[in-house]
């Protein structure tokens, strides 16, 4: 049973593009997480979906950033037109249930120059 | 202090000693968890105690929780070089509606000396 992937484990993007950042839970997982890690900081919560459904996206900006888990196929995290402040590792956790643990991915590490 | 806040910062011991450190939380939990985190790299699930269970073993790892006095410890015991990480405590909040997100502390720097 493979663990959380996600991909790209790096990315670089330029001022004013988009990034997007995928993620596909364990096998059997429903629940997926997304959070924010800055430098020498705890990870931040910024959305949490089940398939196909937003439950809770209370932690994500409102502007330019959107996730999405649908039917078929990964989770994607997007940040339309990125800014250097959005430069930091982006993890995603995935669960079998609500009271479950979660269990985390390697994460993506933007880099927004 | 925030929701899930750790303490010592930063915590250097030699191989073979104990370590012990804190996490203090703010409002009513359903569980706390313990992750580990090495330099750079994705975080690694330790231990996760309910809000009924009071203490928890996992091979060298000891987690209590003191739900009156809403803090969570974590015991390294004999601790080896290759336990050198940031330490991070999640609290899952109560909530009735939606899933359980955690809130994450600052972590704990732990380094362990050869």
């Known amino acids: 049973n493979a663990g959380v992937m996600q991909n790209p484990r790096h990315l670089v993007r330029r001022r004013g593009q988009e990034a997007r950042l995928r993620c596909s839970p364990m096998?059997?997982?429903?629940?997926v997480y997304w959070y924010r890690q800055l430098p020498e900081e705890g990870l931040k919560f910024m959305v949490y979906l089940q398939k196909e459904n937003i439950i809770d996206e209370s932690g994500m900006p409102k502007e330019r950033f959107s996730a999405e888990f649908p039917k078929e196929g990964p989770s994607i995290l997007r940040i339309q037109q990125v800014v250097r402040g959005d430069s930091a590792a982006y993890f995603c956790?995935?669960?079998?249930?609500?009271?479950?643990?979660?269990?985390f991915g390697p994460g993506t590490r933007l880099t927004v120059t | 202090s925030q929701q899930g806040e750790e303490d010592p910062q930063a915590l250097s011991i030699q191989e073979g000693e104990n370590a012990t450190m804190n996490c203090s939380y703010k409002t009513s939990i359903n569980n706390l968890q313990w992750y580990r985190q090495n330099s750079g790299r994705g975080l690694v699930h330790l231990i996760l105690?309910?809000?009924?269970?009071r203490e928890k073993h996992s091979g060298r790892l000891r987690v209590t929780l003191d739900t009156s006095k809403k803090s969570s410890s974590l015991l390294i015991t004999a601790s080896r070089a290759a336990d050198t990480a940031s330490y991070f405590c999640?609290?899952?909040?109560?909530?009735?509606?939606?899933?359980?997100?955690?809130?994450f502390g600052g972590g704990t720097r732990v380094l362990v000396k050869p």
């Open positions: 105690i309910r809000s009924n269970e």
């Open positions: 956790a995935s669960s079998p249930g609500r009271d479950s643990e979660q269990y």
């Open positions: 096998k059997g997982h429903s629940h």
């Open positions: 999640a609290t899952d909040v109560l909530l009735v509606a939606a899933g359980n997100k955690l809130t």
